[in-house]
Structure formats: C-alpha cells, structure tokens
C-alpha cells in the first residue's frame, strides 16, 4: 500500500522560513515524482512544486519561484519543500502526492492517485 505523509508545517510570521517533508512508503521512489500541492477553504488545490526523481523535471508555480525549494531529502524516500520568505497568503493546508513518472508543465491534481494527509502552514502578517 502507498502511503505519503506530509510533516513541518507550523505558525511562522511573514519574512519567516518553513520546512516541510514528504515521507513515502510502498512505493518505489526512483520511479516518482513528488509534488506539493495548497489548498485553502473554498478554493481549488493548487500545485507549488515538483520534482521528478525519475528524470530530474521540475515545476514551480510563479507565486513561489524564488522563494519555495523542493529537494529530495537526508532520509530514503522523502522529499522536502523549503519555504522561504513567506507571505500570509501562502496559509494553506499543504499535500504531497506521487505520480508514477515526470513533473508536467502545470501538474493538476485529479491526474494524482496517491495523497498524504496535509500539514498546515499558518502564516500571520
């Protein structure tokens, strides 16, 4: 059985520097790409960040380039997003999901089989 697991998230004021980890299991991980993936009340999840360990591919949305980083991470089969220099609009509840293959140009989450809990990120101003 696949399982994710999201971790770190926390209350940070703005300006302040997040890390959070992907734990997978269950799955063979240089077969995946890792993405994280936001979503706040009333709105859709939106993707953030992708990397593939397959082929190395990547996506960032624009709203975080430069300032969020995902990474594989010191633990077999874990990713880690780092969040730098965050805003109150990042708060959200943050996913990561695995997807057999590559990060597509703009990762859509129906296209996702398989989930972790979510880890909320509070930001305040």
């Known amino acids: 059985e696949v399982q994710l697991q999201a971790s770190g998230g926390g209350s940070v004021q703005a300006g302040g520097s997040l890390r959070l980890t992907c734990s997978a299991s269950?799955?063979?991980?240089?077969?995946?790409?890792i993405t994280w993936f936001r979503q706040v009340p009333g709105k859709e999840r939106e993707a953030v960040s992708c990397l593939s360990n397959t082929d190395g591919s990547t996506y960032s949305a624009d709203f975080v380039k430069g300032r969020f980083t995902t990474s594989k991470g010191a633990a077999k089969n874990t990713m880690y997003l780092q969040m730098n220099s965050l805003k109150p609009e990042d708060t959200a509840i943050y996913y990561c999901?695995?997807?057999?293959?590559?990060?597509?140009?703009?990762?859509?989450?129906?296209?996702?089989?398989?989930w972790g809990q979510g880890t909320l990120v509070t930001v305040s101003s």
């Open positions: 999901a695995a997807i057999l293959g590559y990060c597509s140009p703009y990762p859509l989450a129906y296209e996702y089989q398989h």
């Open positions: 269950g799955l063979n991980f240089d077969d995946y790409a």
